[in-house]
């Protein structure tokens, strides 16, 4: 039993790796590392209240439910799905990855109960989801991005507003700060636009940065 309970962690952290390493291109808040644990962790989790209570099974009136144990990581891994969503001026962020996390502790738990055929296939639908999806539906959502800047002109403000709704981008929030200083005033602009490729985050940056004295503070 010890090499066959070696032999689904090991599966388990490789699976969960490999779901890891999609979340580490893509420069997410949990990498490959992350998701190895939390697949490795579910599948010893699932393989102890499977095997770790027989010893006191056996003892006269009682009776215990070795599903109990393995059931609290579906909850459990929601405090660490929770810590890789970031709420950002209207923008969330991280959904994509604690779901991953989510299903990654579903697929180590299958691993950790001997169920190999469903984790391998869970984890081959989870890439899937991942990377072919987006890729064939990527026309039909749009993302979000976070743009700051400074500028002295407050005609390029107007510009600014003006293309976004000629390329049809939805502007989600726009907030202007006004300072003056040795009688010179300054507009600072905090905003979140809507856009449905990154191709179109990359002209609204370049369009931004193109007019004059304009300094442009940080993109998300």
Same mark, same amino acid.
């Given at each position: 039993m010890f090499w066959d309970f070696t032999f689904r962690l090991v599966i388990a952290g490789i699976l969960g790796a490999l779901i890891g390493l999609d979340r580490e291109y893509r420069a997410k808040e949990a990498g490959f590392r992350t998701h190895f644990l939390v697949s490795l962790g579910s599948a010893l989790i699932m393989i102890v209240s499977q095997y770790g209570f027989q010893d006191i099974i056996r003892e006269p009136g009682v009776s215990l439910d070795p599903s109990r144990v393995a059931a609290q990581v579906v909850s459990g891994i929601g405090f660490i799905g929770a810590g890789t969503i970031i709420l950002q001026k209207q923008i969330v962020r991280g959904l994509t990855t604690a779901a991953g996390l989510w299903a990654t502790a579903g697929i180590g738990l299958a691993i950790g109960s001997g169920m190999y055929w469903?984790?391998?296939s869970a984890t081959i639908l989870t890439l899937?989801?991942?990377?072919?999806?987006?890729? #064939?539906?990527? /026309? !039909?959502?749009?993302?979000?991005?976070?743009?700051?800047?400074?500028?002295t002109e407050e005609e390029n403000l107007k510009k600014v507003v003006e293309d976004i709704h000629q390329k049809g981008f939805r502007l989600v929030s726009y907030k202007v700060k006004k300072n003056e200083s040795a009688g010179t005033a300054s507009f600072n602009v905090t905003m979140v636009v809507k856009t449905k490729k990154y191709e179109d985050e990359n002209y609204l940056?370049? #369009?931004?940065? /193109? !007019?004059?004295?304009?300094?442009?503070?940080?993109?998300?």
């Open positions: 469903i984790g391998i899937i989801g991942l990377e072919v999806l987006g890729y #064939f539906f990527k /026309s !039909l959502g749009m993302h979000s991005s976070l743009f700051s800047f400074t500028t940056f370049q #369009f931004i940065q /193109s !007019l004059p004295h304009m300094t442009i503070e940080g993109m998300e």
